[in-house]
C-alpha cells in the first residue's frame, strides 16, 4: 500500500468493536479496537526529521492515515508520541528496546554474535551435572549474562522498531533502514531464538511487508469477530506470522 491506499481500513477497525465476536479476537481486552489519532504531515515530517530517517512508505502512510499506533496484531502497535520535551518515542511493553539514536544504521540480516551463539548455548550448565542446587545456580546466573550480553545486544536490533507484542514477551519488528527495509522481523529471544523473518501466508518464499502483516490481521480479525460467541467456539490465531 502507499499513501492513499489506506482509505477506510480506520473506519474498519473501529467498527468491529461493536461486532458481537469482537472479545474473542485475540488482543481485544488489550486494545478494544481503539486506535490513536493519526499524525499530521507536519508531525510525521519532524518524527523522521528527529530520526535522522524516512519511515517505510507504507507504515508512514498509515501513520498518517490509520492512527499512530493502537489496535493492531496481538496487543496492537505501539502507539509513536511526542514527549514533554518535544522527541518522539514508541511506547508500550517492548517500545523502549527501539534505538531511536541508531534508527538509520542498517539492520543485520544476521546477528553481529550469530558465531557465540551455538557455542554459548552448548555452555548452558545442566542442573543434573550438579549436586548442590547453589552451585548450579551460581553457575547458570554467570552462563546467562553471558548469554544475555550476545542474544540481547542492541547491536542486534539496530536499524528497526519494535512495533508489537505478542505475548510471553514475543515481539515483532519493522526494518527501517538496510537490505530488509520495510519488512517485519519476528524476535523470540525470550525463547532463546534469534530474530528472523517472517513471510506472507500465502507466500512463504516472501519478505512479510507491514501492509501485508496489518490486512491479515484485519482479514482474521474481521472473521472472528463476526462468527458467533456460542461457548467453546474454537479461533485459530497464526501465532509465527503475526496476526492472532
Known amino acids: 500500500m502507499t499513501s492513499g491506499s489506506w482509505a477506510g481500513v480506520r473506519e474498519k477497525v473501529q467498527g468491529l468493536a461493536s461486532l458481537p465476536g469482537a472479545g474473542k479476537v485475540f488482543g481485544y481486552f488489550g486494545h478494544g ?23 517505510p512508505d507504507d507504515y508512514r502512510a498509515f501513520l498518517l492515515e ?8 496481538a496487543y496492537g502497535i505501539f502507539p509513536i508520541r511526542r514527549t514533554e520535551g518535544g522527541d518522539w518515542r514508541w511506547e508500550g511493553d517492548g517500545g523502549y528496546m527501539t534505538d531511536l539514536d541508531r534508527l538509520a544504521e542498517p539492520f543485520p540480516v544476521k546477528s553481529p554474535h550469530a558465531d557465540r551463539i551455538p557455542e554459548l548455548a552448548a555452555e548452558r550448565p545442566a542442573e543434573d551435572d ?95 469477530a463476526q462468527a458467533s460467541t456460542a461457548p467453546g467456539t474454537p479461533y485459530r490465531c497464526r501465532h509465527r506470522n503475526g496476526w492472532l
Open 130 to 224: 550438579f549436586e548442590d542446587v547453589n552451585d548450579y545456580d551460581s553457575a547458570y546466573e554467570v552462563w546467562d549474562t553471558r548469554w544475555a550480553e550476545v542474544m540481547w545486544s542492541n547491536d542486534r536490533t539496530v536499524g528497526a522498531i519494535c512495533l508489537c507484542h505478542i505475548g510471553c514477551a514475543e515481539r515483532r519488528w519493522l526494518v527501517v533502514s538496510g537490505p530488509e527495509r520495510g519488512h517485519i522481523w519476528a524476535d523470540a529471544r525470550c525463547d532463546d531464538v534469534d530474530l528472523a523473518p517472517l513471510h506472507p501466508a500465502d507466500a512463504p518464499a516472501k519478505p512479510l511487508t507491514f501492509t501485508t502483516w496489518y490486512m491479515e490481521w484485519l482479514t482474521h480479525a474481521t472473521r472472528q
Open 33 to 55: 479496537f481503539a486506535l490513536a489519532e493519526p499524525l499530521s504531515i507536519g508531525e510525521l515530517s519532524d518524527l523522521e526529521s528527529r530520526l535522522g530517517i524516512r519511515l
Open 66 to 73: 490509520v492512527g499512530a499506533g493502537g489496535a493492531g496484531p
